[in-house]
């Protein structure tokens, strides 16, 4: 993973970015959005989102992540319904759509993050966002 090392600190200064902005959000975790069953909406991850959210849940002492019956996101710990990799959730996570945390940020608030992540993207070699669970799926085949 060391020659990803500048695209995956790219990844982690927008995310970083994100999170410095003015933009009123209100997370609490309550897992609601986590519900791609429930809900019928599943993040899209670009290239650079994937392999950092991989690295996180391989940090996290596990090697491939369990099929929720419940179809809910892979990343969900069973036993505490908690994210598994919070500090490092892919830039979907953090703007979608959960009304709770103050509904979804408009795409042309952060257009500049997006591009950003589509660049790493491109450079990593993808080809455009894919659904969360096939996206951590592969970049977890790649660690
Ligand atoms: S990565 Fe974490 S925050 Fe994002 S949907 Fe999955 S469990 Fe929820």
């Known amino acids: 993973m060391k020659r990803h090392a500048a695209s995956l ?18 997370c609490l975790r309550r ?12 993040p899209q991850l670009t290239r650079g989102e994937a392999l950092l959210a991989a690295q996180a ?33 892919p830039f979907g996570c953090r703007t979608h759509f959960c009304q709770a945390a103050g509904g979804p940020i408009g795409r042309q608030e952060v257009l500049p993050l997006i591009r950003r992540l589509e660049k790493v993207d491109a450079e990593l070699g993808g080809d455009g966002p894919h659904p969360l669970p096939q996206s951590i799926t592969q970049a977890l085949r790649e660690l």
Request: glycine fraction near 6%; aromatic fraction near 8%.
């Open 9 to 26: 600190a790219e990844v982690r200064s927008v995310y970083a970015e994100l999170a410095a902005r003015p933009i009123q959000r209100n």
């Open 31 to 42: 897992t609601e959005c986590c519900q791609f069953q429930r809900t019928g909406k599943i």
């Open 57 to 89: 849940f391989r940090a996290s002492g596990r090697k491939f992540p369990s099929l929720r019956k419940d179809g809910a996101c892979p990343m969900l710990q069973n036993e505490t319904g908690k994210c598994l990799i919070y500090e490092s959730r």
